[in-house]
Each structure stands twice: as structure tokens, then as C-alpha cells.
């Protein structure tokens, strides 16, 4: 069963244009269903890429960065409540 779906030109146009190349660097002719499956195989497979391509940050940090910054993190035991931060950011 196929299921159509839509695309803007600009996406339509780069996938002609990878399929294209396809069939000039390999001499196999390829559908854009088969092309689209594959790039969809692909992205499944390195789930964690396409998931984090969508996170608003520009800077994700790595596993590593957020273990370091959890480790750094200690009590001071003075409980803080916003007037306190307001008062040390803004004076």
C-alpha cells in the first residue's frame, strides 16, 4: 500500500535532482519511493541525529557536557527565593 505525501518544490526539486545523480554516478535508475525509503531507512537508523536536528538549541551539549554540569552543581544550603536574584542581577 502506498500512501501519497506532500512535498514543497524546493523539496521536490532537491530529490530530483539527488535521484538524478544516483543514476549518473551509478547507472541505476532509482524511484523516488525507492529514494525516499532509503533516505527514511537511513534517518531510522540514526534516530538520534533527526531527533536532535529538531531541538530549538543551536548548541546541544553532549552526554559527557550535562554529566560534567551535573557533577559541578553542590548546595550552599541558603535557600534563594526570586527577590534574592533579582536583587544580586539587577541590584
Given at each position: 500500500?502506498?500512501?501519497a505525501v506532500k512535498v514543497d518544490d524546493d523539496s521536490k526539486s532537491?530529490?530530483?535532482?539527488?535521484?538524478?545523480?544516483?543514476?549518473?554516478?551509478?547507472?541505476?535508475?532509482?524511484?523516488?519511493?525507492?529514494?525516499?525509503?532509503?533516505?527514511?531507512?537511513?534517518?531510522?537508523?540514526?534516530?538520534?541525529?533527526?531527533?536532535?536536528?529538531?531541538?530549538?538549541?543551536?548548541?546541544?551539549?553532549?552526554?559527557?557536557?550535562?554529566?560534567?554540569?551535573?557533577?559541578?552543581?553542590?548546595?550552599?544550603?541558603?535557600?534563594?527565593?526570586?527577590?534574592?536574584?533579582?536583587?544580586?542581577?539587577?541590584?
Open positions: 500500500m502506498t500512501t532537491r530529490l530530483e535532482e539527488l535521484q538524478a545523480e544516483i543514476r549518473l554516478e551509478t547507472g541505476t535508475n532509482v524511484t523516488q519511493q525507492e529514494l525516499l525509503s532509503r533516505l527514511i531507512d537511513d534517518a531510522y537508523s540514526s534516530r538520534e541525529d533527526v531527533i536532535d536536528s529538531f531541538r530549538t538549541t543551536t548548541v546541544p551539549l553532549t552526554d559527557d557536557e550535562k554529566a560534567a554540569m551535573r557533577e559541578g552543581r553542590f548546595s550552599s544550603g541558603a535557600e534563594t527565593d526570586e527577590e534574592d536574584i533579582d536583587e544580586i542581577l539587577y541590584g
